[in-house]
């Protein structure tokens, strides 16, 4: 249930949050513009709604906006074709992101900021460019889930937001949500019944996903954690329908295959078949028997060291390169060389991509003459990508290259990995599965690292309060929701990895990516310049 916030308190909280995102009263920000597919199921409810209170507003300066849960514009209704082109030219249009950060001070963004009904005046807006129109704005709280679903502002022009529009907004506020609620109900009943038929076989665990609904046979209830729903419902928004195979929390791997449902746009049925032996399909040489030389590229953070020390015997020479020229002195790769070889031990170079030319070519022409029955050359770097020259050949000359994926392009793992950085806290912790969907939406730049910061700080909140569940709100605040909300959210994540994933194995071609996702390459190109995907 909405509550109403005393209104002086609201306004200027909402304008200390502004000013901390650095946007200027007088600014008049470009429109950030995303995918409003996903918002399908509010607006089908919203649609019969709008179109009956158009009808009512007919021949009024008074315009409804409408949002949904992550503050994008998804309908604009208004008779007077003024007003509508002064929304347009502030940027109320479809899919720009009207959050606080992006839009400042509004009925839209504040009133999802406060979960509360909200009302802006005209001087109150934050930005200049709205302060010729007031507004009302009241959250639609979905009945079943008891998530925001969107919001919904009456506009007018004038000094102060006529009282008829708070009756008005309220009783749409209910019509909508009645209708969400309906549509849930059915939407539900579909699920169980997909589930109930794929669960006639007891062979494979089957377990099912949708909104605030989740569903396992026996065999799937042993298999599953909590954090691994976090796994399936980002998997529910890809665009692909290809098996995959996903590491459990428990580490368990499984073979996963998706079985959508029509009509149903955020469930699906997925059929689990564990494998009884995990096969390392990366070309890496046996710690017993290893090769000359072995390149391992990723970004920092993402367990290059670890995966260097598992190549090279306990006797070898570590050459740290950023350590050292953090200590002002010059990395000696000809002397990590030299003593490598008198020692008869293994050579880790970490941090080659932060070398000179003259240094990297020494270790290249060392990596080019090296004896493969000596213990190897480990050389640790940043992606082939975009590497200067010397770096690329020195690259190339490895025998054997590893190439350790960023924590963003791993989601079908990020849940284990996170539960097994809890256990390594406090085997009695578990990663609980709303924890895990926040996770799963962050960029993590950080990789592996940031992650197990994050973790050390929630569970040190989650036993502090006496518990053994790390739940979203034992998450450092900055990562209890999306870190891409306004940009990159739901369908627009999944799709942008499958998208990149699908060029990666296609070696760049356009082409041959828009066969694999079985789309045209002119959707391809459009969606690449959406989602911002470089090359």
């Given at each position: 249930m909405t509550t109403q916030l005393p209104h002086r308190d609201v306004i200027a909280a909402s304008w200390r949050r502004v000013r901390s995102t650095g946007l200027a009263p007088d600014a008049r920000p470009t429109p950030i513009l995303t995918d409003v597919a996903a918002a399908d199921p509010l607006l089908d409810a919203a649609r019969p709604v709008l179109a009956r209170a158009a009808e009512v507003l007919g021949g009024t300066k008074t315009a409804l906006l409408l949002v949904d849960d992550q503050s994008r514009m998804v309908a604009r209704v208004s008779a007077d074709a003024t007003l509508e082109r002064r929304l347009a030219d502030a940027g109320a249009v479809d899919g720009a992101a009207f959050d606080e950060e992006a839009m400042g001070t509004t009925a839209l963004g504040t009133t999802a900021e406060v979960r509360g009904d909200v009302t802006i005046n005209s001087e109150e807006h934050y930005l200049e460019q709205?302060?010729?129109?007031?507004?009302?704005?009241?959250?639609?709280?979905?009945?079943?889930?008891?998530r925001v679903a969107g919001v919904i502002c009456m506009t007018e022009v004038a000094p102060r937001i006529n009282p008829l529009s708070v009756p008005l907004i309220r009783g749409l506020v209910d019509d909508i949500a009645e209708r969400l609620l309906n549509r849930?109900?059915?939407?539900?009943?579909?699920?169980?019944?997909?589930?109930?038929?794929?669960?006639?076989?007891?062979?494979?665990?089957?377990?099912?996903?949708?909104?605030?609904?989740?569903?396992?046979?026996?065999?799937?209830?042993?298999?599953?954690?909590?954090?691994?729903?976090?796994?399936?419902?980002?998997?529910?928004?890809?665009?692909?329908?290809?098996?995959?195979?996903?590491?459990?929390?428990?580490?368990?791997?499984?073979?996963v295959a998706i079985d959508r449902i029509p009509g149903v746009r955020s469930a699906a049925v997925f059929r689990l078949r564990p494998r009884i032996e995990d096969d390392d399909t990366t070309p890496l040489p046996a710690p017993t028997a290893?090769?000359?030389?072995?390149?391992?590229?990723?970004?920092?953070?993402?367990?290059?060291?670890?995966?260097?020390a598992s190549l090279v015997p306990e006797k070898h020479l570590r050459l740290d390169v950023a350590a050292t020229l953090l200590d002002g002195c010059a990395p000696d790769v000809a002397g990590a060389i030299a003593q490598s070889r008198a020692d008869g031990s293994g050579l880790v170079v970490d941090g080659a991509d932060l070398l000179d030319d003259r240094s990297l070519r020494l270790l290249q022409a060392a990596v080019s003459a090296h004896d493969p029955a000596r213990p190897p050359i480990v050389v640790i770097s940043e992606p082939a990508t975009g590497a200067s020259s010397s770096l690329a050949a020195l690259l190339a000359c490895c025998r054997h290259r590893v190439t350790l994926p960023p924590l963003r392009q791993r989601t079908g793992e990020l849940a284990a990995l996170g539960q097994q950085i809890v256990e390594r806290?406090?085997?009695?912790?578990?990663?609980?599965?709303?924890?895990?969907?926040?996770?799963?939406?962050?960029?993590?730049?950080?990789?592996?690292?940031?992650?197990?910061?994050?973790?050390?700080?929630?569970?040190?909140?989650t036993l502090a309060r006496g518990s053994r569940q790390i739940t979203a709100a034992d998450l450092p605040a900055e990562y209890?929701?999306?870190?891409?909300?306004?940009?990159?959210?739901?369908?627009?994540?999944?799709?942008?990895?499958?998208?990149?994933?699908?060029?990666?194995?296609?070696?760049?071609?356009?082409?041959?990516?828009?066969?694999?996702?079985?789309?045209?390459?002119?959707?391809?190109y459009a969606r690449i310049r959406a989602l911002g995907i470089g090359g």
């Open positions: 709205f302060r010729s129109l007031s507004c009302f704005g009241r959250p639609i709280v979905h009945p079943a889930t008891r849930s109900h059915a939407d539900h009943r579909a699920v169980i019944a997909a589930f109930e038929r794929a669960a006639r076989r007891r062979d494979i665990g089957v377990a099912a996903v949708g909104d605030d609904l989740q569903l396992t046979n026996a065999l799937a209830a042993g298999l599953l954690g909590p954090g691994d729903f976090g796994t399936l419902r980002m998997m529910v928004h890809a665009p692909s329908n290809h098996d995959r195979v996903i590491t459990l929390v428990s580490g368990i791997s499984a073979d290893p090769a000359a030389s072995i390149a391992i590229c990723g970004e920092h953070g993402t367990g290059r060291t670890t995966r260097a806290i406090d085997p009695q912790l578990e990663l609980g599965s709303a924890a895990a969907d926040a996770l799963v939406c962050q960029e993590w730049p950080g990789n592996l690292t940031e992650l197990s910061i994050v973790l050390e700080e929630a569970a040190a909140t209890r929701g999306s870190s891409r909300a306004a940009r990159l959210m739901g369908m627009e994540q999944a799709e942008r990895q499958a998208i990149i994933d699908a060029l990666d194995a296609a070696a760049g071609n356009k082409s041959s990516a828009a066969k694999a996702l079985g789309v045209s390459r002119t959707t391809l």
